[in-house]
């Protein structure tokens, strides 16, 4: 699988079609695998491919620094592709301007010791990309291969949310508290985040301020639920942000409440189905609600 | 001759600190199983064994995250302002690591060069440091290669060496920490913990300083750093990243003047009220944590703005942090990696 990968990206790069390729490396082996970015095809040997690859890449492609070295192609897991399918539905990208090569994920990361933050996987509906120009690999035998776009609140997905919420909401309030009295405000979530793309953040608007930047639990609330508000029917679930914050705060959770309200109100998955118009950033004239005709 | 304390005795000691009113700082688990240093409730929530190191910084203790420098409040046309006492609150943290002890005197010359900052320096000298020396180290571990040690004492005023059987030997580093263990100690002649030798040395910051000092404009700032997404997840968890901001947070009544920390990693941090920004991309901002911890701190004052702890590259989401940063600069350096 992996000799093919290379070849596919050799040849991209050989041939012109792109100008850089945005793919995992792994320059030791006591690291995680991370992005690397291959602009010459004799480079393509750099590139791996393991079930440690959890980078979503698509986070680079609205990047300036990424935008000026030219044409990319995008290596992206089925859950990454989801997250290329809002960008685009948002006119981030042309699809014409990348180039999508999917690559199935054909085992499933270890959980336990040295991972615990591959929570997403178990519930994975999406191990084949859907709309790459090319995708490797099949996924394994006994997963669904093509995600379903229907929509069932009774997922094992939202199982850890499911048991939260038979909590009490002071107790859940009381939860978020001790979790978000951890955030220090580092701002990994925003920026692992491929829908955080805003030029500026709101957070970072100071003049005047909108948020409080200190990371008290009044300013942490208010960046945690600001973050989360701008996730609703966006957020693909690809599980980056609770991965890379430092203080292990589940923000999984928190994503996934506005995921299964969305999915609730609008039986709308974001970034399942390019053809279902994004329940943030449409608009139609047949609207239930006055306010918006 | 050493000293031991059993650590059924130590963890009766820790909570003694804490009946006392002091505020004790230890690695605790927390969330999903990651260990932090946090304030202590009680000595059942000290972890001190089992793993190499927490994924934040001692920092905390002496320069938190957010911390009130005074407060203000409107009175018809007037300002009323008010000075805030510095925390003086007596403060013991126990199970840093040497690498975190030894971010202390590293800070100590930042903030107290052209001015003296008394918030800092009051929880400084309240503060007693209680290290754990490294049984264990890790692949991002490279405190050896700054200088320092799996037993280095910099920082520490009293260290504990875990022995067998559930003892722990303690040797007192400074008056503060022969204070703190003043009684609570049994004589132990036939005890000497063996300390082990550490990672293997990574790099040579002598290379890294010549580097730094020919290389400002290279492409390796560029190629080695192009995936660095722009997060404080480095330093915002480093013992010695200090940068900070200084806000008012309040409304039409009155409010506070904050210092909070801040990184030379946001795109926001060297914006000019012009609107122009002098590090306009991420790779000029990696380059300049990596300049200031290797080349201008030690130049101002004589002192590596880095032990090796290796948080920044556990931390971060990418792969990145001082560690790879650096042993990919070796790499450029010796020429066994192009410039593009």
Redesign the interface.
């Known amino acids: 699988m992996i000799d093919q990968l290379r070849q596919t990206c050799r040849k991209l790069l050989e041939e012109g079609a792109v100008k850089v390729v945005i793919g995992y490396g792994q320059d030791k082996p006591s690291m995680m695998p991370h992005p690397v970015f291959i602009t010459k095809p004799e480079e393509c040997d750099r590139l791996v491919w393991n079930d440690l690859c959890f980078a979503n890449l698509a986070a680079y492609i609205t990047r300036k620094e990424i935008k000026a070295l030219g044409k990319p192609a995008v290596i992206v897991k089925g859950c990454d592709e989801r997250a290329l399918v809002v960008l685009e539905q948002e006119s981030q990208f042309t699809r014409d301007g990348i180039y999508v090569i999917g690559v199935a994920c054909t085992s499933l990361p270890a959980s336990g010791v040295g991972n615990p933050r591959a929570a997403k996987c178990a519930s994975c509906a999406v191990r084949t990309p859907r709309y790459a120009d090319v995708t490797i690999g099949e996924a394994a035998v006994g997963s669904s291969a093509v995600g379903s776009s229907s929509c069932s609140t009774a997922d094992a997905e939202f199982a850890q949310l499911d048991e939260f919420m038979k909590k009490t909401p002071a107790e859940r309030f009381a939860y978020w508290k001790a979790e978000l009295s951890r955030c220090v405000k580092c701002y990994a979530c925003r920026e692992v985040c491929p829908m955080c793309y805003c030029n500026r953040c709101i957070v970072d608007k100071n003049r005047p301020t909108a948020i409080d930047t200190s990371a008290t639990i009044k300013g942490n609330l208010a960046w945690h639920i600001a973050r989360a508000f701008h996730q609703a029917g966006r957020c693909v679930g690809c599980d980056e942000c609770t991965r890379a914050c430092p203080a292990g705060i589940n923000l999984r959770l928190l994503n996934q409440s506005l995921a299964k309200s969305v999915e609730r109100a609008f039986a709308y998955k974001a970034g399942m189905d390019k053809e279902t118009p994004p329940v943030i950033g449409s608009y139609s004239l047949e609207d239930k609600e006055n306010f918006i005709q | 001759m050493s000293d031991v304390i059993a650590k059924d005795d130590l963890l009766r000691l820790v909570d003694q600190w804490l009946a006392e009113g002091k505020r004790v700082l230890g690695p605790v688990k927390?969330?999903?199983?990651?260990i932090?240093y946090?304030p202590l409730a009680a000595s059942s929530q000290l972890v001190l064994e089992g793993f190499v190191h927490a994924?934040?910084s001692i920092k905390e203790a002496v320069f938190p995250?957010?911390e009130t420098i005074y407060t203000y409040k409107f009175n018809g046309h007037e300002i009323e302002l008010s000075d805030v006492d510095p925390d003086s609150t007596q403060c013991i943290v126990i199970g840093a690591r040497p690498c975190d002890a030894a971010s202390l005197p590293v800070l100590d010359h930042l903030f107290n060069w052209d001015y003296k900052d008394k918030f800092y320096n009051a929880r400084r000298a309240a503060t007693t440091v209680v290290t754990v020396a490294c049984s264990e180290y890790?692949?991002?571990c490279f405190c050896t290669s700054v200088g320092l040690g799996p037993a280095a004492e910099q920082g520490s005023d009293a260290m504990l060496l875990k022995a067998p059987d559930g003892w722990y030997e303690v040797r007192a580093v400074t008056d503060k920490g022969t204070a703190l263990f003043n009684g609570k100690t049994t004589p132990a002649p036939e005890i000497k913990v063996p300390i082990s030798d550490g990672p293997a040395k990574k790099f040579d910051t002598v290379d890294i300083e010549t580097f730094l000092k020919n290389n400002y404009e290279s492409d390796a700032w560029?190629d080695i750093t192009?995936?660095c997404?722009?997060?404080?997840?480095c330093?915002?968890?480093c013992p010695t990243c200090h940068c900070f901001?200084i806000?008012d947070?309040g409304d039409a009544a009155g409010g506070r003047r904050?210092k909070?920390?801040d990184?030379c990693q946001?795109g926001?941090f060297t914006v000019h009220a012009s609107g122009h920004n002098p590090r306009a991309?991420?790779?000029q901002r990696q380059r300049q944590r990596i300049q200031h911890k290797f080349r201008i701190y030690p130049e101002k004052f004589g002192a590596i703005l880095c032990t090796g702890c290796g948080t920044c590259t556990r931390?971060c989401?990418?792969?990145?942090g001082v560690l790879?940063t650096l042993?990919?600069i070796a790499a450029v350096a010796r020429g066994s990696i192009e410039v593009?």
Do not use: I, T
């Open positions: 927390a969330g999903d199983g990651v932090l946090a994924a934040n995250r957010s890790d692949d991002n560029r192009m995936r997404l722009g997060c404080g997840a330093a915002y968890n901001d806000v947070e904050v909070n920390w990184s946001f926001q991309v991420q790779a931390n989401p990418v792969s990145l790879n042993e990919a593009k």
